[in-house]
């Protein structure tokens, strides 16, 4: 099946350094990216969507120069936030679709990295 | 605006006891429902798509279904190792991205 690998898994660092985490797709090509963050016990919230060669799509309320997103290639993205705050403290996990867009195929998701800001 | 929601927020099961999971959505335009499991401090792992209504898939001890407006997630004679969050999201036709439930806590008791 679809493995999507995400690094770290787990990250403590102090207020107001930068923080980046990578998200492979290991055996297949992923055009589309996607990052949520997801708080303890509440479902996933969709912060932007990445194509490889083009600038991310941020939701509404996530601001762009707070989270960057390169999808520079069809196996990586890297999300860093940057001069992250203890309010950025949360569990952020990538997901990956192949290179048929739109089709029915489900996104497939790494394990999460859970970034801790002290 | 697509949306989502799960029922019960959490259940408890005895083993060997079967319940069903609901899944509530309105989007305009099914393009797919799509339901995870997730173990804590893991990712969503995927189980199954259903694209229209009356479709049904099984794998093990869960079959989804699903309606116009809701899917449900049968857990038959499940065992302690389902315990897990199971989420259901759909995506509409012509967008990439899934607008998840909230997501349902099952737990099963030996």
């Known amino acids: 099946g679809a493995v999507v690998s995400q690094h770290p898994s787990w990250v403590i660092c102090k207020s107001g350094t930068s923080v980046k985490i990578e998200c492979r797709s290991l055996?297949?090509?992923?055009?589309?990216m996607f990052w949520y963050r997801q708080f303890p016990k509440q479902s996933l919230m969709l912060m932007a969507t990445s194509n490889e060669g083009s600038k991310a799509t941020y939701e509404q309320g996530v601001e762009k120069d707070k989270f960057l997103i390169n999808h520079a290639s069809l196996t990586l993205s890297t999300l860093t936030v940057t001069s992250a705050h203890p309010e950025d403290s949360s569990f952020y996990i990538c997901s990956a679709l192949g290179q048929v867009r739109y089709s029915n195929q489900p996104q497939h998701f790494g394990d999460g990295t859970r970034l801790s800001i002290l | 605006e697509d949306q989502v929601t799960q029922s019960p927020e959490a259940l408890r099961l005895q083993e060997g006891e079967s319940s069903s999971l609901n899944c509530s959505y309105t989007?305009?335009?099914?393009?797919?429902l799509f339901w995870y499991r997730q173990d804590p401090g893991k990712g969503p792992e995927f189980l199954f798509t259903?694209?229209?209504a009356g479709e049904e898939k099984e794998k093990e001890r869960l079959k989804a279904t699903l309606t116009k407006k809701e899917s449900f997630l049968h857990i038959t004679a499940p065992k302690p190792e389902d315990s897990a969050t199971y989420l259901c999201a759909v995506g509409r036709q012509g967008a990439q991205k899934l607008v998840f439930g909230q997501g349902t806590r099952l737990t099963i008791n030996p």
């Open positions: 989007v305009s335009g099914l393009r797919g």
């Open positions: 259903l694209y229209s």
């Open positions: 055996d297949f090509q992923a055009t589309t």
